[in-house]
């Protein structure tokens, strides 16, 4: 067993990746149907393959495995998408895109965060999810939510994929991250 955990360990991670791939591949899920199915319990964090001129993005091979969820690596964080508390402008440039391009047929878990703790912004109290303006940040979720709901209001131009799962983080305090 060490003698092939060491042979392992010196593979290149890209071929470890498609190791695991095919061993996914050929094992089959009984009693899973592999249609669009919101109850679906196959995701990936993220279901895309995130290299540079890969083929549709990645996420055909996630839909070939029977992945029907996406958790992108990319949060709605608060801080990216109003940069200037000051205005009530908000810029889903960076998020239009990472939507955009899930098909149907994968579901999306959004997240939704004011900032990440460990590089604070001054958007949250310190060490926490806690946002300095309650009101704001709310005004900021909602907005988030209206423009991927699918409802026709405010939505992103073009929307075919609505997003009908979110999660936000609200968490009163994080312990001190490990350095």
Not at 10 to 20: E, F, M, S, T
Not at 67 to 74: D, L
Not at 90 to 99: E, T
Request: charged fraction near 15%.
């Amino acid at each position: 067993m060490n003698c092939c955990m060491n042979y392992w360990r010196k593979l290149p991670k890209v071929r470890l990746y498609v190791l695991a791939v095919l061993i996914t591949v050929t094992v089959p899920c009984r009693g899973y149907s592999a249609t669009t199915d919101m109850n679906s319990p196959f995701g990936f964090h993220p279901a895309n393959v995130g290299i540079a001129g890969y083929p549709d993005n990645g996420f055909i091979d996630a839909e070939n495995i029977g992945v029907r969820w996406h958790r992108p690596s990319r949060y709605a964080f608060w801080f990216l998408i109003q940069p200037d508390l000051n205005s009530p402008a908000y810029d889903f440039s960076l998020y239009d895109y990472q939507y955009s391009v899930v098909p149907q047929g994968i579901n999306i878990l959004a997240n939704i965060a004011p900032e990440n703790p460990r590089f604070p912004q001054g958007y949250t109290l310190p060490g926490s999810y806690i946002p300095l303006d309650i009101n704001e940040y709310t005004a900021f979720v909602r907005a988030t939510v209206e423009r991927y709901d699918g409802d026709g209001v405010d939505d992103i131009p073009g929307l075919t994929n609505p997003i009908e799962r979110k999660s936000t983080r609200l968490n009163p305090v994080i312990l001190p991250f490990p350095v």
